[in-house]
């Protein structure tokens, strides 16, 4: 599980990145496999180890999902700076109960399910295909 502050523009976190999951998609794959980000999302409740990703104070907090080849990274909004949760897929495990969540390594956000779904309906379903469909080079 890695968590980074991506804020400002940082090379070797970009490239840590793109290692574990992959380049961003070409603008022709894009095309070709449709949307590869979710619209805003409203985060419930994180684990005991995402808890430092918390506002300080009561809020909305958002977060936003963008698929890799090898992963997703949650984009998650705390005030003005921003972290990025990368998730490869083969620790990925997702789960659509009373919240839509996502967990990986013992560590979870968990998303309003009401208020986000709608708006995220396709995106969600393209990524419940991509993790069933994902095979590990």
Same mark, same amino acid.
């Given at each position: =599980?890695?968590?980074?502050?991506?804020?400002?523009?940082?090379?070797?976190?970009?490239?840590?990145?793109?290692?574990?999951?992959?380049?961003?998609?070409?603008? +022709?794959?894009?095309?070709? &496999?449709?949307?590869?980000?979710?619209?805003?999302?409203? &985060?419930?409740? +994180?684990?005991?180890?995402?808890?430092?990703?918390? =506002?300080?104070?009561?809020?909305? $907090?958002?977060?936003? &999902?963008?698929?890799? /080849?090898?992963?997703?990274?949650?984009? #998650?909004?705390?005030?003005?700076?921003?972290?990025?949760?990368? &998730? /490869?897929?083969? $620790?990925?495990?997702?789960?659509?109960?009373? @919240?839509?969540?996502?967990?990986?390594?013992? $560590? +979870?956000?968990? @998303?309003?399910? #009401?208020?986000? #779904?709608?708006?995220?309906?396709?995106?969600?379903?393209?990524?419940?295909?991509?993790?069933?469909?994902?095979? /590990? $080079?």
């Amino acid at each position: =599980m890695a968590v980074h502050n991506i804020t400002y523009k940082n090379k070797e976190i970009d490239k840590s990145i793109n290692n574990e999951l992959g380049k961003a998609f070409s603008f +022709f794959k894009k095309l070709k &496999i449709g949307s590869i980000g979710s619209r805003r999302l409203i &985060i419930e409740n +994180f684990s005991d180890g995402l808890n430092n990703l918390k =506002m300080n104070v009561s809020g909305i $907090q958002y977060a936003n &999902i963008e698929i890799r /080849p090898l992963g997703l990274i949650v984009h #998650i909004n705390k005030g003005i700076y921003t972290y990025a949760w990368t &998730i /490869p897929f083969y $620790q990925l495990s997702i789960f659509n109960g009373d @919240f839509f969540t996502l967990h990986s390594q013992g $560590q +979870f956000i968990q @998303f309003n399910k #009401i208020k986000s #779904i709608k708006e995220n309906k396709a995106f969600i379903h393209k990524l419940f295909e991509l993790k069933a469909n994902f095979r /590990p $080079q």
